[in-house]
């Protein structure tokens, strides 16, 4: 092996880094480490000045190992991998060491903070001078798509993948396409008919030569990785269908809270409180009456039903307010006489005509009244016979600072938006994670909102995070666009971090065969040794820690690199103690 | 002299190394003694790289996978709890207190969990001192 030329250097990233490590000392306490040619600071080392400044360094000064102190590898390390192979070096040559989520954005001590990251470094220093170059592989890319989940983003997903002329596989969960959407009346802010809009979309999918439908199906057993996963399509048939596909989309949706959960809305026991989808099917059937077939003459729509809120979830679920003004709207147009309250906690209105379209409706003659989410929520109970209404809600009103009785006939429940009860199947099926509110997590929040840290694999629309129609199309378009880009180029890179076999140190226990998950070694019998089929490995490494002989190396994650890591780590904590 | 303990925590990188990025961005506070080294699962991680940890003077050794069940590799983090127990027996044997090897599952989402997590260690640590083996016992490699 060739003697190791390391280059080093540390990011401010503009603040982040710099305000809490000490980023000078840190440079000028490795520069002198055997094998570091040199240790650089930079205000932004992911910019292109930071990147050509690497690149420009390797040239120079011949480095052939580089080691970038910045934020988490999970956002950057592919970016500067990318940047040492354009000079030349092998991108598996790189490490990084990652001092701003692990370092200077957890402490409060610089000189700790100081001192951790001079560690870090030093034990990625430790690290580098034992990595070996690895040879990009990379695969065919099938051309078909699977799509999980016929709502709107999945339904636009699906059509733009196949106007290009490529296959795709829809699954969708219940008997009919369109999801959430297709039950909705109208939409905001421009008052359109949600029913117009989705139609004639369903139709294009389910006649599209290129799309593959499946309703009432579950996908199981997804096997395989970018560009060539396969699966089983279980529809209530004796034999499950085999898929085979290059790309994943995942757009299942979110679904509503069940409000019975909170007892002080009575959902469940008074028939006209009713939830803001019920609404919808009322409004759609072109008069809003009670249960007893009765006209309202007063109804109070209740925003925040289970969101915002301590007891149930914390977040917001982004489009309520909307709708709940949506509402307003209609119940005017057909009910010129009915007292209509917005029952409260926050308005909100970010998108794009909200704000304008929430001015307007305040202008319906509508009641707006305030309630406080973390004190107290409203409570509805019966009315007497006298009362003249149906029932009463009791509720500290919050800008008056009054309690107050506020008589209604009907009552809209504004619910959250929340996960589904088997959101985890999918979630093990394709391989992606859970925020803490159950959403599908994106590989980069700003800037890679709708890939997954699982190569091929896509999420689109509210299984996401809660999100309106516009935001759910955009991100739907998007992922088809990544997608389309992957079968235009025909092949990708794969991950090459893969398990190998020493046949010479190999004692035949076929130990590794028993604790593989993906059946990727078999035993070869004229050689007495095992050995791994590197398209089925996927490199966790568990066949290395478990083989007694020493023979397996896991590739990026040798003993030797993990065991440099750590006397990195301990080669300076060690001296002050 | 103030003792100064050093942690050498090895997480996952789907779900632990996740949680402790969050609590990152999140900008939790946690004691500083701690120092991460990322594998891709816990199933990776060797019973050798816990016994060169205390041997090169680490006070404490910290493993966190993901939830069981939730292993991106299936299974990874069973193979992980399994070597974790035997590895426990073993350095008690060596005179190594309990304290100082620590399992725990860390979601991806659970970088508040993973912030007390450290905290409660390096308390726990600090309450039982320094440790000695680097200066009483040579481990032997179990590999070269
Ligand atoms: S990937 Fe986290 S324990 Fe296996």
Redesign the interface.
Known sequence: MEEPRIGVYICWCGNNIAKMVDVEAVAAEVGNLPNVVLAKTYKYMCSDPGQDLIIKDIRGHHLNRVIVAAC???IHELTFRNAVEKAGINPYLFEMA?I????S?????RS??T??AI??VN?AIHRVRFHEPLQKRSVTVDPATLVIGGGISGMVAALEIANAGKQVYLVEKTDRLGGHVARFDLTFPHLSSAKQMIHPIIQRVENHPNIDVFKQSVIRDVSGYIGNFKALVQNGQPEPLELKFGNIIAATGLKSFDPSKIEEYGYGKFPDVVTSMEFEEILASGKVLTKHGKEPRNIAIIHCVGSRSKVYHEYCSRTCCMVALKFVNQIRAGLPECNIFEIYADMRAYGKGCEEFYAESTHRQIIFLMFDQQEKLPVIRQAEKTDDCNMLIEMDEKLSGESIEVPVDMVVLMVNMEAHDDV?DV??AI?V?????QFF?EKHPKLDPVAT?TGGVYIVGTCQGPKDIPDSVAQARAAAARILATIAQGSVAVEV?TAFVNEEFCCGCQTCIR?C??TAISFKEDKKSSEVNEVLC?????C???CPS?AIT?KH?T?RQ??S???G???M??K?? | MNFRPTIVAFLCNWCAYTGADLAGTSRMRYAPNIRIIRVMCSGRIDPTFILTAFQQGADGVLICGCHPGDCHYQTGNYKCLRRFKLISKYIAQMGIEPERLKLEWISASEGKQFAELVNEMTKAILNVGPSKIKSTLEVKHLKS
């Open positions: 988490s590898p999970r990652n701003r989520e692990q370092d954005w957890v402490h409060t001590d700790e903070a001192k951790k560690d870090l034990a985890k979630v093990h391989g994670s859970l925020c803490g509110n997590i840290t971090t604790v998950p993906y996927k490199g966790c490494g568990t290395g820690s478990a020493g896991s994650f003993d993990i065991l890591e750590i006397e780590i301990m080669s904590s060690y002050e103690i």
